[in-house]
């Protein structure tokens, strides 16, 4: 049974930073996709940042120079680092998991296996 679960979430000066985990179980993480997600409120699932196995990363336009995404295959864990944060960074934030995701479907939230139940990032002014 496979399982991600995030965290470090939780509320944020603007111009601060965060770094959010998920560490997941149940599948040979090397062999994954990773991605992160996030949801505004009142707003449907967005693309944040992904990373392929062979660690070659993606970002969306919105958080591009201000994210980072990696991942450490020992731990078989996922991390989003953050910075610069502002109020539209405020959403619940989920990581994501498929084997044979391409590159063409990688900002697609459709296109993944498996799902965390995501961690909530507020960010006030």
């Known amino acids: 049974q496979v399982q991600l679960v995030e965290s470090g979430g939780g509320l944020v000066q603007a111009g601060g930073s965060l770094r959010l985990s998920c560490a997941a179980s149940?599948?040979?993480?090397?062999?994954?996709?990773l991605a992160w997600f996030r949801q505004p409120p009142g707003k449907e699932r967005e693309f944040v940042a992904a990373?392929?196995?062979?660690?070659?990363?993606y970002y969306s336009e919105s958080v591009k120079g201000r994210a980072t995404i990696s991942r450490d295959n020992a731990k078989n864990t996922v991390y989003l680092q953050m910075n610069s944060l502002n109020s539209e960074d405020t959403a619940v934030y989920f990581c994501?998991?498929?084997?044979?995701?391409?590159?063409?479907?990688?900002?697609?939230?459709?296109?993944?296996?498996?799902w965390g139940q995501g961690t909530q990032v507020t960010v006030s002014a």
């Open positions: 990373i392929r196995t062979s660690r070659h990363d």
């Open positions: 149940g599948l040979i993480f090397s062999r994954y996709t």
């Open positions: 994501a998991a498929d084997q044979g995701i391409i590159l063409s479907s990688i900002r697609s939230a459709g296109q993944y296996d498996y």
